[in-house]
Nanobody
Framework: QVQLVESGGGLVQAGGSLRLSCAASGRTFRNYAMAWFRQAPGKEREFVAN????????YYADSVKGRFTISRDNAKNTVYLEMNSLKPEDTAVYYC???????????????WGQGTQVTVSS
């Protein structure tokens, strides 16, 4: 079973950048599609980006397309989210998640990290 731990969140001014990391334990990391979701106070958890097992296929929410980049390094058991041109509306707790295949449904992700807070000030 894979366990996930996010890091890299913090406070940044609008227009700034952050890179989130999600480190996975276990030898089966490469078997999973990975994703980033986020949840702002009072809102439902929403899809941000996902990536297939090899890293060759990625999808993004329209709200982050062109600003965020998801990538993975299977040798390091890590998935990343590079976030540029950050906006106050990007403020949320960001979660990484693992699923058997690429999916946009939060219910199909079987492993979740604890989350990391990203706060963008205006």
């Amino acid at each position: 079973q894979v366990q996930l731990v996010e890091s890299g969140g913090g406070l940044v001014q609008a227009g700034g950048s952050l890179r989130l990391s999600c480190a996975a334990s276990g030898r089966t990391f490469r078997n999973y599609a990975m994703a980033w979701f986020r949840q702002a106070p009072g809102k439902e958890r929403e899809f941000v980006a996902n990536i297939n097992w090899s890293g060759g296929v990625t999808y993004y929410a329209d709200s982050v397309k062109g600003r965020f980049t998801i990538s993975r390094d299977n040798a390091k058991n890590t998935v990343y989210l590079e976030m540029n041109s950050l906006k106050p509306e990007d403020t949320a707790v960001y979660y990484c998640a693992a699923a058997p295949a690429v999916t946009f449904s939060v219910n199909e992700y079987v492993r979740w990290g604890q989350g990391t807070q990203v706060t963008v000030s205006s």
